[in-house]
């Protein structure tokens, strides 16, 4: 707004004013501002004369404002009110913008947090959130705005979202080293066909993906197949042989450990892990970055696998 003159009651005689009439003397005011007793005599002299009003009467040794300085004495506390409540808005940290993440696969919880937490130092802007509720529906989430990227391996391939490959991992079967299956191994590697007679344990894997993955097992009957909602449950039935899990080696390997034995199959059953957000990012989230960020905590992950 373009003012139509400089005003001529600037912050320095709004404060000359109120202490001046709050104390009903110069000279405590001047103690009050700082300044020397001549100063404040003459900064009200200079006002009075740039406003051609006469703001103060003496009555014996009291300054009693005249309804001019009343008025602005008045004025100077609301005003200087306001403008110490603007400093201190202004010097207030902003609001940390929410950056919320799910991920389809629980156990992406052992890399994922690391990757955020390194994302986090370079964008203390943000507040990264991890949705663990939305675990089970990353994508459905994410339509909902219940999330703003969800890593999973069936992103939608219409316009509404961007998506970028965060890693290829390979599905893998764990078993215990008692169980019948692992003596069919050769060098390591299950042939999907030896599957046959076992109880199949699954943990995050997709009814598109499960369906392709036991149809390889080609049995004259569909295998039996359990989903197990949590992947220390899912390790501890295998550990007991009660069944040989079917899961994504990038994901279990680190949380393997003897008797349990990490089978590969053949053939190969590659999967796609996608970091999936909506392409019109309403609130400019810098979410090109976050992925970066996570795509090499997924590369990491796999090459540790």
Not at 28 to 36: N, Q, T
Not at 87 to 99: D, G
Not at 204 to 217: E, F, H, Q, S, W
Request: hydrophobic content about 50%; aromatic content about 4%; some cysteine.
């Amino acid at each position: 707004m373009k003012l139509l003159h400089d005003p001529k009651i600037d912050v320095r005689a709004l404060r000359l004013v109120a202490a001046i009439a709050a104390d009903g003397s110069v000279t405590r005011a001047a103690g009050k501002l700082h300044l020397s007793q001549s100063a404040v005599s003459h900064q009200l002299l200079a006002l009075e004369r740039e406003l051609d009003v006469r703001l103060f009467d003496r009555v014996g040794k009291k300054m009693v404002p005249t309804p001019a300085g009343a008025r602005i004495a008045a004025a100077a506390e609301e005003l200087l009110a306001e403008l110490i409540e603007l400093e201190r808005s202004l010097a207030a940290k902003p609001a940390r913008v929410p950056l919320r993440v799910t991920t389809s696969c629980f156990t992406s919880y052992g890399w994922l947090p690391a990757a955020l937490a390194h994302f986090g130092e370079r964008h203390p802007e943000v507040e990264l959130e991890i949705v663990l509720e939305a675990t089970r529906r990353a994508m459905p989430a994410l339509a909902a705005d219940e999330v703003d990227l969800a890593i999973c391996t069936d992103p939608g391939r219409d316009g509404t979202y961007d998506r970028e490959v965060v890693a290829v991992s390979e599905i893998v079967a764990v078993a215990s080293t008692a169980h019948p299956v692992a003596a069919r191994a050769r060098r390591g590697v299950l042939a999907w066909t030896t599957l046959a007679d076992c109880e199949l344990l699954v943990h995050d894997i997709g009814d598109t993906d499960l369906a392709r993955l036991t149809a390889a097992v080609q049995s004259p009957s569909p295998p039996a197949v359990r989903r197990i909602p949590l992947s220390e449950a899912l390790l501890e039935l295998v550990r007991a042989g009660r069944g040989v899990a079917l899961v994504d080696r990038w994901t279990i390997a680190p949380h393997v450990r003897a008797p349990l034995r990490i089978f590969s199959m053949a053939p190969r059953a590659p999967r796609t892990f996608y970091a999936a957000w909506r392409r019109a990012n309403p609130r400019r989230l810098p979410i090109d970055e976050l992925v970066t960020v996570i795509q090499r905590a997924g590369a990491r992950a796999v090459r540790a696998a």
